[in-house]
């Protein structure tokens, strides 16, 4: 959980360096994703519920894809049903689990996708509609954001995986 956590900041911090000052970027990416989403700060939830799951540190050391919500993202889910899935550790590692993709999927590969296999098991549908990208029915607001070991996009909702 801490894992996938650092990476969702690592990746929102690139992402915002990248846009302030094209140097800070090649720094940003010798952090791994949980480092880079801690740096944002925009990772908050995401990051606190993949420490409980225990997927942290898993997500820091293999190669990764994730689909990152923000913290804004995290309320838009109802509080009983954060709360429901914070307290059943099997679902809430799987909610986790499907923002992740294994390997690097750049925002050019993705595009070009109809879906892609998430490390929960499931797929994630993937359309381009004019200049937006949306997996599942969240958009990308934020792509490309360098890790020393993966990618992160930044997503404006919480992906729920379809019942097993």
């Known amino acids: 959980m ?4 650092a990476l969702i900041a690592l990746a929102v911090t690139v992402a915002v360096t ?15 994703i949980v480092q880079t989403a801690q740096q944002a700060g925009t990772f908050k939830t995401l990051l606190a519920l993949a420490t409980k799951a225990g997927l942290a540190d898993d997500l820091a050391t293999g190669e990764f894809t ?5 913290d804004a993202a995290f309320k838009r889910v ?14 809430l590692k799987r909610v986790l689990l ?3 993709i294994s390997g690097k999927a750049p925002s050019s590969t993705v595009v070009t996708l109809k879906s ?10 993937i359309r381009v ?29 919480v992906l729920i995986p379809p019942k097993s």
């Open 66 to 70: 994730v689909l990152a919500p923000t």
């Open 116 to 125: 892609a296999k998430t490390l929960a098991g499931p797929s994630v549908k």
């Open 18 to 32: 990248a846009v302030a000052a094209a140097p800070a970027r090649t720094n940003e990416a010798q952090l791994n």
């Open 129 to 157: 509609t004019g200049n937006r990208v949306f997996v599942n029915n969240a958009r990308v607001t934020k792509v490309d954001i360098a890790a020393s070991n993966g990618i992160i996009h930044v997503i404006n909702r």
């Open 2 to 5: 801490k894992r996938l956590t």
């Open 78 to 91: 109802p509080k009983s049903t954060l709360r429901a899935v914070q307290k059943n550790p099997k679902l």
């Open 98 to 100: 499907y923002h992740v």
